[in-house]
């Protein structure tokens, strides 16, 4: 008997459906949201270019890279998950919370910084792009950690196995999701002039 | 039960040894860092400008699709979820580039 050696490929991304569906829901908020800052820009490029110039740019480029790691490592535990690892997985999922908590608190010194100079909402148009943009995100990254967090908790108890961890799927998902729209936000806010 | 086959065969055929040195995942984080730092170079580099814009904008796209091709798993899967993270940066993409454009002039 002939073994066929396609491989059927995949019609659904990892994880659970639902996910997807609020993921996209979430990506239309942030494209409205650039969309928004970039065409605002055009009104008054001056303004815009000027606070951009007051932003840690440094800052900017350290949570970049925290998220990124942070995703490298969900990637890995994932894999691991997918061999049955609970503690391997559980182990990379800690470390992405490390990276998340990195991003919190240096966004944290940045809008102490911000906040210390009386900018507000109102200061003017920039700001109030700049704030409510990466505030949003802020909280985008505080949810990803709530969620990798109950995994890593069930992931301990060793809820998950080679057959069933869709769960984990569902979790890194969303994480990466918060990865990709600061990817765009970095540039956006912090870089084009 | 003695396995059978010699120490050093088995060795060569461990699911590490046929790991490569590095993962494909390891390689596409370390060209996301890459071009990350790319991006800051430019920021910190005080140049401005609508070409130099939009080549950021573009190496933003490009890290975008490689992390929902290779992190978010899409690369594999056929039909209208493959190419989800790919319109979704598209879109934004075009508007902004329009956008910077316009502000260009």
């Known amino acids: ?193 | 039960m003695a396995n059978p086959l010699p120490s050093d065969l088995r060795d060569a055929l461990s699911p590490a040894a046929r790991r490569p040195w590095l993962r494909p995942c390891t390689r596409v984080y370390l060209v996301l860092v890459g071009l990350t730092l790319v991006t800051f170079g430019i920021g910190a580099s005080g140049l401005g400008g609508l070409p130099l814009a939009l080549a950021v904008l573009g190496l933003a796209l490009v890290k975008g699709q490689l992390v929902g091709d290779w992190f978010m798993g899409l690369r594999g899967l056929r039909g209208p979820w493959r190419w989800v993270v790919a319109l979704w940066l598209l879109v934004p993409g075009v508007l902004i580039g329009i956008a910077f454009t316009l502000a260009s002039h």
């Open chain 1, 1 to 193: 008997m002939s073994v066929p050696l396609t491989v059927q490929a995949n019609r659904y991304p990892p994880g659970d459906l639902a996910i997807w569906i609020f993921i996209l829901a979430e990506l239309g908020v942030f494209a409205v949201f650039f969309a928004a800052y970039a065409f605002a820009r055009v009104g008054d490029v001056a303004l815009f270019n000027a606070g951009q110039a007051t932003l840690d740019r440094g800052a900017a480029l350290l949570n970049t890279l925290a998220l990124i790691t942070g995703s490298f490592f969900v990637v890995r535990a994932v894999a691991l998950i997918r061999e049955g690892d609970n503690r391997g997985c559980v182990r990379w999922l800690l470390a992405a919370l490390g990276m998340g908590l990195v991003f919190l608190v240096v966004k944290g010194f940045e809008y102490a910084h911000h906040f210390g100079a009386g900018v507000t909402l109102s200061t003017n148009t920039f700001y109030m792009f700049y704030l409510s943009l990466t505030f949003f995100h802020f909280m985008h990254v505080i949810l990803g950690m709530v969620i990798l967090a109950a995994v890593a908790l069930k992931a301990r108890a060793g809820g998950y196995s080679a057959a069933d961890h869709s769960g984990v799927e569902t979790g890194a998902s969303y994480w990466h999701m918060v990865d990709l729209v600061w990817l765009i936000l970095f540039p956006l806010i912090y870089v084009m002039r």
